[in-house]
């Protein structure tokens, strides 16, 4: 499956598919099947040869702590009593949603510094990111972080190098349990109904698909066993929206745009005032090490 | 496993009690998923805490930590009560119906028969009535008083779903609600599958939780069937082959055993091993005994090896009691065993009360450690602080590293908890001066040998004479191993029926244990794993996926023992006339000759149906022990004895608190910690984001589960002013650590015999080697106590207390 371009951040034509339609993708999280194993976590990490820092616990099952600009999904665990009284410990595996209508892309100033394929994932294409942290604000899910090291975005690539090749994501094909799989966006719905017959049977009366509307829908999809309350899952949001303040961002900006250059150059600036000068520690450099060998590969 | 991994997926009801698959085996769990999936399968999950796999499942029941055989007693009742029961089954394929010798009783906590001076039981009455025919005497109505049914039923009656709210803390609501889930299986179309592990052997009555459950598994008729069965869920790639191979210190491969101090001969080893069948007709395939231990013998010493000297059977150790790892240490402990080879193990972390283990450890003149990574074993002596607060200049063991392969790095076979041998190939080189086990041990053999060779000694012979038929003698390389493991014919063998044709040609592999024999013809290492090199090659290496009726089977996916059997006692799985239970439960049938189907028949292929042989074959009854006879040391039943630190009594039998013959040292007694002191139930586990104490070594690992945590409940949580990610201390009678708080609504409050019991989950990662944060290991609190029959520690039910602390980071 090639990747054609659909849409590209802050470039006014947008860019057609030259292959022809392409079919949508989808990754499906049934969250009924997820036993919180962190597989698919490590599996990020590796695929993508990152390395989260070890740090502490602080009370939770969750570690890190928060998406970071290594950890680009993360188990989020919430133990939750139903109404029938029985506690349920609902373990949510986050990341990217990779929605139809990318808030990040529509709030990006830079020029295809966020792209959208034709099958529906969302890539940032770092040689583009200008650091300036408006993909953040334009997400719905609070999904992109920017790096302490190189200070660009990042997040999950629905492993679109894999995709490309004909391979699901990283974290589908090490999910022990079938909890993630990977398929055709209309495959992956259909394989979501039989989930959701199954889990009213069971009593889940509430059982349903997440595929938010407010974004277009997702190509990230969840089986939740109560479609109905998406917050006790880690706070999923329960109706995402882009929020209109991107709408108004881009007014602002498209002119801007046109000399991306000099945006570069007032980011650093606003950077340097926000946040200081960079500097540069050791684990900086081990990131640095490791950016150079997966540049290298 | 009495069954398969693949096989779970075809359960109607999945039980996880004393385990935590999809925590400890996640891999293995997505058959718990699939048969969710695709076979509307019940998941039932009872732990002390609402687990990860609590998190999948359509009931889940707390239990206080230790109380399973009360819990599984009263779902024996209920089943009994409610005439739950595979009735042609139970009366069929179980000793249901055999009558128990007059003398057998049961009052107050004890069987008949108990020393309280020895802690033993005199356990003669345990046996069944025979006849005058030599044959058990039975009773088809299973109405006799002393028929195993009646007694059984008369020993449960105690065991009522009140009882088990008050033994247990488990809701009665909730106890009965599982109870009619299990019951459902008793239709003899349907099975449970029961998923258990270190959580129902580790504990001073270990072997009885899971015959408990075993009892259950017969009286349901799901022994044998497909989706059903008793399965150990084994917790390491290779530790099912760690058994098979007899790595134990009182067997020998195949599950033999090892001779005792009172069998000075091998006629007299023989005759309680050889089991005459005790009922007409019955397979009682331990007669075959003879012709395993001599082909044993033959492989390891060859030509050495004759009838004249008894197939060398002078030559193998005889025991005088059982060297466990607790009895191990307790003898460096006491300076009796001052050198040791520690061979993928770490024991520092892992063996009960660390501070015993530490000071056995340096009482040692040397310790050898061979491991692919720096264990805190092979560290024993270096000061770590906190973490290991030794004084480094007054221990003088010398200690050696050898350091080892990782699986990854060798070539070889793994068995894996269903009994599937898989070859697997080396992935990486070892890196720098590393070494394979097998090379390891070879030279050591040959420096061993050499020495004997020059300087003599008391007793040489087995060294000099061990068969070490090797390519390179330094390197033996795991294919020579395996083929050897597997069997060789020695002597052509002449066929029986036809003069002119020879039934075993001398020097080919032995192509299955059936043509094993006692004469010194042939040899085979493990007779189990006979079969897995055939003359048609590497069984092991196999890897056809296909599944005939999709049944879960893959017979051709490497290879299963015994004989490629995928699923035991399968003759279980069909009726008294060899047709199967239902449709869906198809594994094998009678098809007016002979036994086909899906599974290789774990039966006599041309036994009739209507000749009434058992389908317990390895039994002498034919027949499954619902009552075990004198098998087990602490009772033919389970009965329910409370952990050796309990917060309560037992309400079941004031007097008989603890199982009255599990194995304490002197001086451990001293040290169990009483509920006045200690009032909260402890116990111990894994996480999925690590493996044992291996991959906290492994940054990735250690970076999604980086810090020693502690598990408690709110209330508890309240009541000591602890909140979550705050520092805490558990302590012990014998020792206490720091670990952070994780405040959870999982570690529920019970209440037990009227008394408010909390709960403290201590998982056991961490230490101070490695890439996470260094941690205590929870062995710093554990006690020093063994199950009676296989000196298991109870690791998973003790006493301690909590309090916050402050820690200046």
Known sequence: ????????????????????????????????????????????????????????????????????????????????????????????????????????????????????????????????????????????????????ADHKAYKCTLCSDRVNVGQGPACAKACP???????????????????????????????????????????????????????????????????????????MLKPIAMVGIGLTALAGVFHYMTKGPNRVDAHDEEAAAREMRRKAS | MTNLWMDIKNADVITIMGGNAAEAHPCGFKWVTEAKAHNKAKLIVVDPRFTRSAALADIFCPIRAGTDIAFLGGVIKYLLDNNKLQHEYVKAFTNASYIVKDGYGFEDGLFTGYNAEQRDYNRSSWDYEMGDDGFVKLDESMQHPRSVFQLMKKHYERYTPEMVERVCGSPKDKFLQICEVIATTSAPDKAMTSMYALGWTQHSKGSQNIRAMAVIQLLLGNIGMRGGGMNALRGHSNIQGLTDIGLMSNLIPGYLTLANEREPNYAEYMKTRQFKPMRPGQTSFWQNYGKFFVSFTKSMWGAAATKDNDFCYDWLPKLDVTYDVLRAFELMHQGRINGYFCQGFNPLMSFPNRKKIAGALAKLKYLVVIDPLQTETARFW????????????????????????????????????????????????????????????????????????????????????????????????????????????????????????????????????????????????????????????????RRDTADPENAG??????????????????????????????????????????????????????????????????????????????????????????????????????????????????????????????????????????????????????????????ELGEDLAKEKGIRNGDWMKVSSNRGSIKAKAVVTKRMMTLKCDGKVVHQVGIPIHWGFTGATKKGYGANMLTPYVGDANIETPEYKAFLVDVEKINVVS
């Open chain 2, 553 to 710: 089977l893959a017979p051709r996916w490497a290879w299963s023992w015994p004989a490629n059997r995928r699923i035991l006692y399968n003759r279980a799985s069909a009726d008294l006339n060899g047709k199967p239970w239902g449709p869906s439960k198809k594994l094998i049938e009678w098809n007016g000759t002979t036994w086909t189907g899906l599974d290789v028949p774990d039966y006599g292929p041309a036994n009739k149906p209507e000749a009434g042989v058992g389908p317990f074959i390895m039994n002498p009854e034919g027949t499954a022990r619902l009552f075990t006879r004198g098998m087990m040391r602490d009772g033919p039943f389970p009965e329910h004895y409370e952990p050796f630190e309990t917060p309560v009594g037992n309400p079941m039998h004031q007097k008989v608190v603890s199982n009255p013959v599990a194995r304490v040292f002197r001086g451990d007694m001293e040290v169990f910690g009483t509920a006045k002191d200690f009032p909260y139930v402890a116990t111990t586990y894994r996480l999925t984001e690590h493996f044992h104490f291996w991959s906290k070594h492994v940054q990735v690992n250690a970076s999604l589960q980086p810090e020693l945590f502690v």
């Open chain 2, 382 to 541: 270096e000061n770590h602080g906190e973490h290991n607060d030794v004084n480094s200049a007054s221990i003088q063991t010398e200690v050696f590293e050898l350091p080892t392969t990782c699986f990854a790095e060798d070539e070889g076979s793994l068995t894996n908890s269903g009994r599937w041998l898989q070859w697997h190939w080396a992935g990486a080189d070892a890196p720098w001066e590393t070494k394979g086990d097998i090379d390891i041990m070879a030279e050591l053999h040959l420096r061993l040998k050499a020495l004997y060779q020059k300087e003599g000694g008391v007793f040489p012979d087995p060294i000099l004479n061990l068969v070490w038929p090797y390519k390179d003698p330094k390197k033996p390389h795991p294919e020579e191993i395996a083929k050897e493991v597997n069997g060789y014919v020695l002597e052509d063998v002449p066929d029986p029926n036809d003069a002119t044709k020879k039934l075993l040609t001398a020097g080919q592999q032995m192509p299955g244990f059936a043509l094993l024999r006692d004469d010194g013809k042939t040899a085979c290492g493990c007779w189990i794993y006979s079969g897995s090199w055939t003359p048609a090659g590497n069984q092991m290496a």
């Open chain 1, 177 to 251: 349990t079938q909890a993630i799989t990977f398929g055709t966006k209309a495959a992956m719905i259909a394989q979501a109904q039989t989930r959701i017959t199954d889990l009213k049977e069971r009593g889940y009366k509430n059982a349903g698909l997440y595929d938010p509307p407010g974004v277009g829908g997702t190509h990230v999809m969840y089986v939740l066993q109560h479609a109905d309350r998406p917050q006790i899952f880690a706070g999923l949001a329960k109706d995402p929206t882009i929020s209109p303040l991107v709408d108004l961002w881009k007014g």
């Open chain 1, 1 to 148: 499956m090639a990747l054609d371009l659909m849409r590209r951040s802050a470039s006014s034509t947008p860019a057609g598919s030259l292959s022809g339609p392409t079919t949508e993708v989808a990754k499906l999280i049934d969250i009924s099947k997820c036993i919180g194993c962190k597989a698919c976590q490590a599996a990020c990490l590796e695929w993508n040869d990152l390395r989260e820092e070890v740090g502490v616990n602080t009370g939770v099952y969750d570690n890190p702590h928060d998406l970071t600009e290594n950890s680009w999904t993360l188990m989020r665990y919430s133990e939750v009593v139903a109404d029938n009284g029985n506690l349920e410990w609902l373990i949510r595996k986050d990341g990217c949603m990779h929605c139809a209508d990318p808030g990040c892309l529509k709030a990006c100033p830079s020029p295809g510094a966020i792209v959208q394929y034709t099958n529906g994932i969302v890539d940032f294409v770092k040689e583009n990111c200008i650091g300036c942290g408006y993909c953040v604000k334009g997400c719905p899910f609070n999904i992109p972080r920017i790096s302490k």
